[in-house]
């Protein structure tokens, strides 16, 4: 296993236990681990059975803009 680690990732979320914290988005720094086994991705060389950390970093600066649990 290898670990890829996204480090301060700066995310806009709204956040927060009352109303008023959550009504508007809140700054927040992600440290995101992702342990993966590259074994397939070295033997064939291939970049599409890798982590793709960059996609990630997209997915969660956009988990922002989707209503996940309301």
Do not use: H, W
């Amino acid at each position: 296993m290898t670990k890829i680690t996204i480090v301060d990732l700066e995310v806009f979320y709204c956040v927060g236990v009352t109303d008023e914290e959550r009504s508007k988005p809140q700054r927040l720094l992600l440290t995101v681990d992702m342990n993966f086994d590259f074994t397939s991705a070295a033997l064939s060389d291939r970049i599409g059975k890798t982590i793709n950390y960059y996609e990630v970093a997209q997915s969660l600066l956009k988990f922002a803009t989707n209503e996940v649990g309301n």
